[in-house]
T-cell receptor
Framework: ETGVTQSPTHLIKTRGQQVTLRCSSQSGHNTVSWYQQALGQGPQFIFQYYREEENGRGNFPPRFSGLQFPNYSSELNVNALELDDSALYLC?????????????FGPGTRLTVT | QKEVEQDPGPLSVPEGAIVSLNCTYSNSAFQYFMWYRQYSRKGPELLMYTYSSGNKEDGRFTAQVDKSSKYISLFIRDSQPSDSATYLCAAGGTSYGKLTFGQGTILTVHP
């Protein structure tokens, strides 16, 4: 059974640019959530996707957007990058939409904005 | 006030010690309570979860939830140097999968 995978591992972008991060969910999981983890902080919920639709959103501006594909993989897009967007971006998959207790995280993508 | 509060530590203990990690929360809608372990530069790894109040044991780890006081605990018995990591508590509801995390406690177990 393959776990959650994310790509790329590291990324360096310039302020104002756009970035796309990718996530492949664990086999058998149909729900994907994205989190932002700043250095020294716990992860913060960005949004969740279920059946290719956004199913809930945290306190993040619209320049954070996402997609989920029919194979349940997902993308996180961030436009107009700001310095404060520098963080570890984590993807978590779960087997059920309301499954807050069964979320399995990938290794993350470390984004640095200069 | 953050919905889940966790003392960031750091916490340093000798090998074999019993470790107690704690969180408090403020949102009464939380029904699920999780503990994750995160090694440096890695994603969080789910250790265990508890539904509502009560205890749950898994090997050397015991999770406790007291909903009356909104208190979450994780106990690690016979701690090992390999337990050195950041421990994150998290809480969630039943409507959809949003997790609310504490700040994380940095634990070091020295030989």
């Amino acid at each position: 059974e393959t776990g959650v995978t994310q790509s790329p591992t590291h990324l360096i972008k310039t302020r104002g640019q756009q970035v796309t991060l990718r996530c492949s969910s664990q086999s058998g999981h149909n729900t994907v959530s994205w989190y932002q983890q700043a250095l020294g902080q716990g992860p913060q919920f960005i949004f969740q996707y279920y059946r290719e639709e956004e199913n809930g959103r945290g306190n993040f501006p619209p320049r954070f957007s996402g997609l989920q594909f029919p194979n349940y993989s997902s993308e996180l897009n961030v436009n107009a990058l700001e310095l404060d967007d520098s963080a570890l971006y984590l993807c978590a998959s779960s087997p059920r939409q309301a499954s807050s207790y069964e979320q399995y995280f990938g290794p993350g993508t470390r984004l640095t904005v200069t | 006030q953050k919905e889940v509060e966790q003392d960031p530590g750091p916490l340093s203990v000798p090998e074999g010690a019993i470790v107690s990690l704690n969180c408090t929360y403020s949102n009464s809608a939380f029904q699920y309570f999780m503990w994750y372990r995160q090694y440096s530069r890695k994603g969080p790894e789910l250790l265990m979860y508890t539904y509502s109040s009560g205890n749950k044991e898994d090997g050397r780890f015991t999770a406790q939830v007291d909903k009356s006081s909104k208190y979450i605990s994780l106990f690690i018995r016979d701690s090992q140097p390999s337990d050195s990591a950041t421990y994150l508590c998290a809480a969630g509801g039943t409507s959809y999968g949003k997790l609310t995390f504490g700040q994380g406690t940095i634990l070091t177990v020295h030989p």
